[in-house]
């Protein structure tokens, strides 16, 4: 079963409590929090999620805040998380399919919960294409991630 790692702030955390409630047993699901509506910083979950990716406890993240912006920016902080928001279906399995996004970020005042379901079932069973052009922008975004000149 797929492990997937789940956070949200404040603003996020009641779409995450529904969506926990959805995907409960379709997909081995870890929630870092939060757990209330109590005032919490957005970049110290997606620290938590990210990292949890980095050491393999999880293979991927859905990470929910109030437009998913700030979660976004943060998350793409940390080497080998590769972040975005999506809110259709295309951006969803197209950013697994060509970008090997890892990371699903949310906004939890921006998609409604049904909406929301189908963007993460995409995102979920969404496969890297092993196209020759999608594994070469990848090796130049972890060669950015190193500091490296890309030419």
Partial sequence: MKKV???????GYPLKDKLKVKFSGKFDLIDIGTFSEESV????IAEALAKA?????ADKGIL???????ACVAANKFKGIRAAICHDVFSAHQGVEDDDMNVLCLGGGIIGDSLAEEVINTFLNAKLKPEERYL???EKIKKIEEGQNLK
Avoid: E, F
């Fill in 5 to 11: 790692i789940i956070g949200a702030d404040h603003r």
């Fill in 41 to 44: 910083d957005y970049p110290d």
């Fill in 53 to 57: 990716i980095q050491q393999g406890t």
């Fill in 64 to 70: 929910i805040c109030g437009s998913g912006v700030g």
């Fill in 136 to 138: 070469r922008r990848l």
